[in-house]
T-cell receptor, first 109, second 116 residues
Framework: KNEVEQSPQNLTAQEGEFITINCSYSVGISALHWLQQHPGGGIVSLFMLSSGKKKHGRLIATINIQEKHSSLHITASHPRDSAVYICAARIQGAQKLVFGQGTRLTINP | DTAVSQTPKYLVTQMGNDKSIKCEQNLGHDTMYWYKQDSKKFLKIMFSYNNKELIINETVPNRFSPKSPDKAHLNLHINSLELGDSAVYFC???????????????FGSGTRLTVV
């Protein structure tokens, strides 16, 4: 079993819908990252969280350290949000990221 | 532009060849990484260097050898390429503050390696 699990693996929604992608991890972490990988392949770092909640535009990321769970929300989704979203845990005491398997999000107009 | 830049973007080569992928960052970061993304899009750490010193070396065949001439560069050399080495390789960098804090990662655009 992977140390970082994401759900769902694939998500298709209509433009305007509220999107939630979940990430659970089974190891001690110093931070959790949300990344976005566009169809062209480039990876962009969206958030780095160690507690609470962060917001950037229409994206919101939350983390619950006790439950070892994080969520990425997208409000008023748009076709340009279509991408693979990857959750990555920075292992406590180590400088490496362990990645979830990614969630492929498709937003239809 | 401040960025992490990788070259080449695409690399097609025959089995048995030796090839290198180069990575450079001009962000002033002190830590650089190589990640491999397989055909299922799963990312895994390969190596990490902090100030030219190897700090992470995951279970990777010793045909893969990273080289960091300075903290702005981390190159990946692969000997005797095999079909299974076909993947996308991402370079990344971060600033590792005092006490092991990390201020987030910046990724390169990836190098798609195809071994035929």
């Amino acid at each position: 079993k992977n140390e970082v699990e994401q759900s769902p693996q694939n998500l298709t929604a209509q433009e305007g819908e509220f999107i939630t992608i979940n990430c659970s991890y089974s190891v001690g972490i110093s931070a959790l990252h949300w990344l976005q990988q566009h169809p062209g392949g480039g990876i962009v770092s969206l958030f780095m969280l160690s507690s609470g909640k962060k917001k950037h535009g229409r994206l919101i990321a939350t983390i619950n350290i006790q439950e070892k769970h994080s969520s990425l929300h997208i409000t008023a989704s748009h076709p340009r949000d279509s991408a693979v979203y990857i959750c990555a845990a920075r292992i406590q005491g180590a400088q490496k990221l362990v990645f979830g398997q990614g969630t492929r999000l498709t937003i239809n107009p | 532009d401040t960025a992490v830049s990788q070259t080449p973007k695409y690399l097609v080569t025959q089995m048995g060849n030796d090839k290198s992928i180069k990575c450079e960052q001009n962000l002033g970061h002190d830590t650089m990484y190589w990640y491999k993304q397989d055909s299922k899009k799963f990312l895994k750490i390969m190596f990490s260097y902090n100030n030219k010193e190897l700090i992470i070396n995951e279970t990777v065949p010793n045909r893969f050898s990273p080289k960091s001439p300075d903290k702005a560069h981390l190159n990946l050399h692969i000997n005797s390429l095999e079909l299974g080495d076909s993947a996308v390789y991402f370079c990344a960098s971060s600033l590792l503050g005092g006490g092991g804090l990390n201020y987030g990662y910046t990724f390169g655009s990836g190098t798609r390696l195809t071994v035929v």
